[in-house]
């Protein structure tokens, strides 16, 4: 089924055909039409689940936790603050290895205060155990939910499946609904080994010492050191079912590229544009999408960036002290890496700004021009 609707429904639909059980739910802006048309299917029938109205986005993780441990598949979204809210439970819901997928609608952090789209509030909480899958259109949307679940309760790990406010999460675009028969197929049941029940008492979260706590971080590790592979393999299966392929990269006519971009979300479909009227001017441009910032993709942003001159990598984020950290963390992909091109960190786009293709080709041309960065970040489109 063909259905034309926003990101925000994408996501919807995602946690519907994913057969969440729990979904845990406080408005913000701009992620509020998620869960209202979750409310809505929950409401007639649709979806069978539980909805829980809760008073925080705090309490809606907690209440997410509670729901998986009691061995329920759950979902919530949320953006901006309220992520930033959630953050304590972030890490309990990821050191509790309790697989919850989350959407998030990408939004500038106040103040001052603002409704629209940059990476700050999921890259803040990139180190909280958390997966993190970025998506650039609301056909990726509806297939990574579903497939975030698949992984998530493989490895006993949550994720974000991440999306730009209004850009992404407001615009709508024909999207190919997978069928709930395949997708059942795809996507099992959740059944923990090990859950919450009168019958088989368990402890959950309780005092853990130095003689075990290291451990339960090595694990974690571990686990998600193991999430690329399946990643790439569940995604070869869903595109075996479905037609299409949920990779870690999405590589844009980088076989051949002499220089590329290096984005994520929207902005990447945007590069798209650029590298084509740039090789219609006879540059060799390619653009290398990140889909998946967590784990980060290491061998395949090697494999690109080993084949090209130079590199210009695009954030839509800022640590501030540092620069862009998409930048950062391609640096650290390739730091003392033989044949690794030049690395060029720009920010762009910050609290909604547009980056548009004379954006990417003003890039192109900074980046060009010189045979190695001369500074940390240069800023594209800030009024001097």
């Not at 740039?278 to 441009?285: E, F, P, T, V, Y």
């Not at 970040?377 to 009024?383: C, D, E, R, S, T």
Request: aromatic share 8%; proline share 5%.
């Amino acid at each position: 089924m063909k259905k034309v609707m926003m990101g925000n429904h994408a996501l919807s639909y995602g946690a519907m055909l994913s057969r969440s059980q729990v979904i845990s739910a406080y408005p913000i802006t701009p992620q509020t039409q998620v869960v209202e048309l979750l409310s809505e299917m929950c409401s007639d029938g649709t979806l069978d689940a539980q909805f829980i109205k809760v008073e925080s986005e705090h309490s809606a993780m907690a209440s997410c936790i509670g729901a998986s441990v009691a061995g329920a598949r759950s979902f919530t979204a949320t953006s901006s603050q309220g992520l930033a809210l959630m953050h304590e439970m972030l890490h309990w819901a990821a050191g509790g290895r309790h697989p919850i997928v989350m959407g998030n609608i990408n939004r500038s952090m106040a103040p001052g205060w603002s409704i629209w789209a940059d990476q700050n509030d999921s890259l803040s909480q990139r180190d909280t155990g958390w997966m993190q899958f970025y998506c650039a259109s609301n056909q990726e949307v509806v297939d990574t939910v579903i497939q975030a679940f698949k992984v998530s309760e493989a490895l006993m790990i949550p994720a974000m499946v991440i999306l730009d406010a209004f850009a992404l999460s407001h615009t709508y675009e024909v999207v190919d609904v997978p069928d709930q028969a395949l997708v059942d197929k795809y996507l099992p049941p959740f059944k923990p080994a090990i859950k919450l029940t009168p019958a088989d008492p368990r402890a959950f979260g309780g005092l853990t010492g130095s003689e075990h706590y290291m451990e339960l971080r090595y694990r974690l590790q571990k686990d998600m050191e193991k999430a690329p592979a399946l990643i790439e393999a569940t995604g070869r299966e869903y595109e075996k079912l479905f037609g299409r392929d949920l990779g870690l990269v999405d590589p844009y006519l980088c076989d051949d590229a002499e220089f590329i971009f290096v984005t994520s979300g929207t902005a990447g479909y945007t590069a798209r544009v650029a590298v084509d009227d740039l090789r219609s001017s006879g540059i060799k441009a390619g653009n290398l999408r990140i889909k998946v910032f967590r784990p980060f993709p290491f061998e395949r942003v090697r494999e690109v960036l080993g084949r090209v001159k130079k590199a210009a990598v695009v954030d839509r984020n800022c640590s501030y002290g540092v620069g862009g950290i998409f930048c950062q963390e391609v640096k650290s992909a390739v730091y003392g890496r033989p044949g690794m091109p030049p690395l060029f960190g720009y920010i762009a786009g910050l609290g909604g700004r547009d980056i548009t293709v004379d954006s990417f080709k003003e890039i192109a041309a900074d980046a060009m021009s010189k045979a190695r960065a001369e500074e940390e970040i240069v800023w594209i489109g800030v009024k001097k």
